[in-house]
């Protein structure tokens, strides 16, 4: 059978947290990166994969899956060899989903409601190793790569995360991206 085909755009955060996902789950997958300068989402034949145009977008056999969290969580549900990254409790799970999109409001004052969102996390890791407790899940994976795809475009932002402010290596979010390879944070 042939592999899953990830359209992706390094760019993008959404994209970011399957391609850190694939990776550290170790998956075979097939990887095209779509471009945003010549507007490929919009073509038709992608459009008629995905009708909302966006990437990441899976093809797995017949199957397509859009949207990262949807993508992680079936990655997760089909490939893993257990379900620590996406409990299949039902409250555990429910966490998970309240976290994965924890970084997502959508700002009037981007800087503002970034660091407003990085506060929340810190918070929430004062506590607990990772967003959901005692395991790393995939809303750790979904609030990283976020997190990496803001400092890739604004790196100045990086003062601003007390716990990010000396880079990798100092907090949980940095071991994580360090353990995802040198690259990681880029
Ligand atoms: N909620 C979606 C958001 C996906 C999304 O907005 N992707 C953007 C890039 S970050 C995109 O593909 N935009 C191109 C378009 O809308 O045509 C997810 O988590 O996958």
Redesign the pocket.
Known sequence: MSKPILYM?P?????R?VMYLVKYLGLELECIE?S?DT?E??TPEFRKLNP?????TLVDGHDVI??????CGYLVDKYATNDELYPKGLVQRTLVQILY?GL?SVPKDVVRCLHESWMILEDILKDSPYLCGENMTIADI?CLATIT?VLRMLPLLRRRIPNCSTGCGECVQCRFITMMGPNGCK
């Open positions: 755009n760019l993008s955060a959404p994209s947290a779509i945003f507007r989402t919009l909302q145009h966006t990437v990441p859009y949207d990262s969290h949807a993508i999109g997502e979904c795809a």
